[in-house]
């Protein structure tokens, strides 16, 4: 039925893995980097059974209530307080977030 | 007698009476998470005074003479992932560890409005990413009927608490079954509304198409109850739908007539415990004798659902998850010198490794060149499998099956394996792909008395005929009455 993601299919290879890992910024150790590899190519193997089906005339159905152009009054609402939007911040000085240096010097 | 011996349902009729005060009904729950919760680890956080503070002031008011909410001071445990004010809310991620929020969920409010009293925040898987909230950051929850088994998830913690008696009834989330499998696998009541009736306003997100908040209970009354407090309409949500609500609880003991039920042959395909059949064909059968009209019905598409979630899913997630950048708020590296250093390594750090997994699945299924290989061709066999429902619902008022293919599995059981997990969701995917409402009730007991759950499923803004059904069956059986021995 189901692979068990036990065998490597190297349908996503290590150099694959550190591309998506790239671009969703997202910081991987190398057991990380080998095991996705492993399971991510299980699951791509799963889902390829998509292609039993034409679909090629079938519209994409984004979301489940198909709602277009949800408009409200373009009127001034209170939004939050600068204190608490900044308060669950890992670095502020109380009124920005702090980042590191974004410009090379 | 303790207060948490009653059915969520009688114990909210007595409150509403004043029969019950509400610092009564709160003081017995709080007391049952103190003898219990050290085996269950339900909770995440339990703010007793607050709880009694609210239960204090509904009992005053009610003193008072002013008119009291629906919930009538009825105690709610919610799961971690919908903000409250000011109370740690952490998504089962230690990426949210320090996080407060600094205002309620849509359904928070619409709860206070009620009249109810929030016990505290439920163990769930990270980000509501799995089954057995073995990926939660913080603990493994333990299913009251067996304490070596999985409760479910990802709204584990709030199952388990209504399973032990610790809550009445608890909130949920559900994007392919977080709350009907858990309710499932604990033998009681759980169900995900038509998506759009509940707003998804201050429910941290995972997957926005397919995210729906909803209501566990021990009976379905309170199930009813707690549906009609926080559905309706809310802008801030665009994709909450406008439309009244209406009152599930004054109509839920009227009998459906001529009720007919659809049996869809796919979801007794292979792969199901034989003892799970047994369970729900009798339970369908019990719908024959109350003179329902049960006919097959086919869901052609259904085989391909854990695909297109798989796909559509972790897309979602990948994005919306992009949020947590070290910035604004959650977890930040101490480690980085460059902006994007600091983004990665703080999301490394933070993430558990289902999360990762998710970001990445997403993160691939969205890339140049891939798009449409997979998300957009997920998104066309979405429509296939909601134009099954369609069809389906043309000739029935009801689908009913199982919530699972087996009973509560063993913690640790599926853990490495990750694709052994996605699979324990194979029957209730599909309704939050087709956007559909389902409810799960128990049904009966394996011979290693674990719970087997009745899944039904309905048409888009059907829940009073859902609730009415589950509510028919319900009266003709006792399973609502059982309780684990451990509570």
């Not at chain 2, 898987?125 to 493994?140: R, W």
């Amino acid at each position: 039925m189901v692979s068990d993601g036990a065998n490597n299919t190297m349908a996503f290879p290590r150099e694959t893995v550190l591309k998506v890992a790239s671009l969703a910024r997202l910081q991987l150790t190398p057991e990380e980097v080998d095991l996705f590899a492993t399971q991510l190519g299980a699951t791509l193997d799963y889902v390829a059974r998509l292609d039993e089906l034409d679909v090629s005339n079938v519209e994409p159905m984004v979301h489940a209530i198909e709602l277009t152009n949800v408009l409200r009054d373009d009127v001034l609402v209170p939004s939050l307080p600068r204190h608490d939007a900044v308060a669950n911040a890992p670095k502020t000085d109380g009124k920005y977030f702090l980042v590191p240096a974004i410009l090379e010097s | 007698m303790s207060l948490c011996d009653l059915s969520a349902g009688t114990l909210w009729r007595k409150l509403q009476s004043g029969e019950v005060t509400a610092v009564a009904a709160t003081t017995d729950y709080l007391n049952a998470i103190t003898q219990f919760d050290g085996q269950v680890a339900a909770f995440l956080h339990v703010d007793r005074d607050t709880a009694l503070a609210q239960a204090t002031n509904l009992d005053a008011k009610r003193s008072r003479g002013e008119p009291v909410g629906l919930m009538a001071g009825l105690p709610v445990a919610i799961k971690d992932v919908l903000c409250i004010k000011g109370e740690p809310t952490t998504c089962g991620s230690k990426m949210l560890q320090n996080f407060r929020p600094p205002y309620d969920a849509h359904v928070i409010e619409k709860l206070r409005a009620a009249d109810a009293v929030l016990l505290g925040h439920t163990n769930m898987d990270e980000f509501a990413m799995g089954s057995s909230s073995e990926n939660s950051a913080y603990q493994v929850t333990h299913n009251p009927w067996d304490l070596s088994r999985t409760p479910g998830g990802s709204s584990s913690g709030s199952a388990a608490a209504v399973a032990a008696r610790m809550a009445p009834v608890s909130l949920g989330s559900d994007t392919g079954g977080s709350i009907r499998q858990p309710a499932g696998l604990c033998g009681i009541v759980g169900m995900k509304p038509t998506y759009g009736r509940v707003s998804r306003y201050g429910l941290i997100a995972y997957a926005s198409s397919l995210d729906q908040v909803g209501p566990f209970s021990t009976d379905v009354t309170a199930a009813a109850a707690l549906l009609e407090a926080i559905a309706g309409h809310d802008p801030r949500d665009s994709t909450s739908v406008n439309q009244p609500v209406p009152s599930y609880t004054s109509t839920l003991d009227q009998p459906l007539q001529g009720l007919k039920i659809g049996v869809a042959k796919e979801f007794f395909a292979e792969g199901l415990d034989a003892e799970i059949e047994q369970a729900v064909r009798t339970a369908i059968d019990v719908y024959r004798g109350l003179g329902a009209d049960v006919r097959e019905v086919s869901l052609p598409h259904s085989k391909y659902s854990i695909a297109t979630y798989y796909l559509i899913a972790p897309s979602e997630a990948s994005s919306n998850l992009s949020r947590y950048d070290g910035v604004h708020y959650g977890h930040r590296t101490e480690s980085a010198t460059s902006l994007n250093e600091m983004y990665a390594a703080s999301r490394g750090e933070a993430f558990g490794p289902e999360v990762k997994r998710r970001i990445m699945l997403g993160t691939y299924a969205l890339s140049s060149g891939y798009y449409d290989q997979y998300y957009v061709k997920a998104l066309r066999v979405r429509r296939l499998i909601r134009e099954d429902f369609d069809k389906a619902f043309a000739d029935v008022d009801i689908i009913a099956g199982p919530v699972t293919p087996t009973a509560a599995f063993k913690i640790g059981e599926k853990s490495d394996n990750p694709l052994g997990m996605y699979l324990a969701d194979v029957y209730t995917i599909s309704a939050n792909l087709a956007g559909i409402p389902g409810i799960s009730v128990p049904c009966g007991f394996t011979p290693a008395g674990l719970p087997i759950g009745l899944q039904l499923l309905a048409a888009p803004f059907q829940e009073e005929r859902l609730l009415r059904a589950a509510r028919m069956y319900e009266r003709e059986t006792d399973w609502v009455t059982r309780k684990p021995a451990l509570a």
